[in-house]
């Protein structure tokens, strides 16, 4: 194992770092890690930053590329032998490592642990058993798997490494001034223990793999039929009113969004109206909804085509007046797909309008942003590798983000369609 390739790389991460090429989160430390954690890292870049398919599929390949000739300089030098057999390694583990990237990054983006564990969970797995597998000695693929698993995963080697590359992260989540610092670090971790292979395996790696098994099995097991989901708090007292637009296929007070707990989002029943498609009146039965429906006509279900332009219209109406006030106006929406597919089809630039936010501290929120799709999805982002754009309240126009700003808003009709990943923010 040479130093020389761990040394370069891990001078060109903090390069970038420090140019901001490349944002500065936790995951950073993990671009100079054992495979195939570095390739999981690449990918949630990817993810997030490319604009479209084209986009991603060339960076992905040159960063591929990259990491095979990176992983044939490890291993001693780049002839055609060690560049085959990175580059099959680095092939077959792409297929599991993309589909755990893809579903942290849909993770993050509709806020959905049960998308994130998994996740977790896979590249783990992952880790574990193809970590250790190119540091074997084996001259093929092949060979370097069989004796992995002969010598038990050199699981001696692979849980110190995975214990140190875990307190580095969550140094790294606590003090993020040290992120960039910390890359070194993983750096000398990572040559650590690519040298620490060559060591004899343990006598009876079998029993230590039995062990392990059970005992991940059994934290897996505790930790599903035991969920510990803390209660928010409510949010800040918000200015303004709170205008929820149901689901086509909902009924008055029967859907999804009426559960929504408008005290979370720092407001009050009296600020908070209902949309109601059959039009004006004297109230609403409530149902699911969290406040008393004081407004509209009762609404069955299978009613709602032809009062979804009617819905649009007032929607942008309401926008329109809501722009020229300074008090906070907000309006949720869930499937407006006919608005949207109207003004799509118009040619119109902006997706449908299900509300404008003019907040009195535009640093915080996107107002003056049209927000809604067919079948959008909403999300605050926090977590995902790079920060969220702001708009500007009087010009509408793009500008840097403060750091660590996690309240964006985020638009997301298909979480495995690159171009409508917008900006995440850092951890």
Known sequence: ???????????????????????????????????????????????????????????????????????????????????????????????????????????????????????????????????????????????????????????????????????????????????????????????????????????????????????????????????????????????????ILSGINSASGRGRIYATDVHRLGYRCEQVYYFSYAGPGDGQPQGDATCPIRTGTPLRAGRHPAAVPRAGRSVRRAGDRTASTTRGRRALARRLGGVGSRRHRAGRRRHAAAGRRVSEHPDRLPPHRTWTSPAASWATCCGSPHRPPTWSASTSTRTPPPRGNCSARRELRNPFLLSHFHKACAL
């Not at 990817?46 to 591929?64: D, E, H, K, N």
């Not at 792409?94 to 993770?107: E, K, R, T, Y």
């Not at 307190?167 to 890359?183: M, S």
């Not at 040559?191 to 098994?213: F, H, K, N, V, Y």
């Open 1 to 243: 194992m040479r130093w020389w390739p761990l040394a370069a790389a891990a001078a060109l991460v903090v390069l970038l770092a420090a140019t901001n090429a490349i944002p500065t989160w936790p995951g950073l430390i993990h671009l100079v890690a054992l495979p195939p954690l570095d390739q999981f890292t690449d990918l949630r870049l990817l993810l997030s930053r490319a604009s479209s398919w084209p986009v991603f599929l060339t960076l992905l390949a040159g960063v591929t590329a990259a990491r095979v000739v990176f992983m044939a300089w490890l291993l001693g030098g780049l002839d055609t032998r060690r560049l085959r057999f990175a580059a099959l390694f680095y092939t077959i583990a792409s297929g599991p490592v993309l589909l755990a990237a893809m579903a942290d990054a849909s993770a993050y983006a509709v806020l959905y642990s049960r998308l994130f564990w998994p996740a977790v969970a896979l590249i783990g797995v992952l880790v574990l058993t193809l970590g250790p597998v190119p540091w074997q000695g084996g001259s093929k693929l092949s060979e370097a798997v069989a004796l992995t698993w002969r010598r038990g995963l050199r699981l001696e080697v692979m849980l110190p490494y995975c214990a140190v590359i875990l307190a580095l992260g969550a140094v790294a989540d606590r003090l993020p001034v040290l992120t960039v610092p910390l890359v070194p670090v993983s750096a000398v971790a990572t040559g650590l223990t690519i040298r620490a292979m060559d060591r004899p395996s343990l006598r009876r790696p079998g029993a230590a793999l039995a062990a392990l098994t059970a005992v991940l099995t059994a934290a897996s097991v505790a930790f599903v039929a035991t969920p510990g989901y803390t209660e928010p708090e409510p949010g800040p007292p918000q200015p303004g009113s709170l205008l």
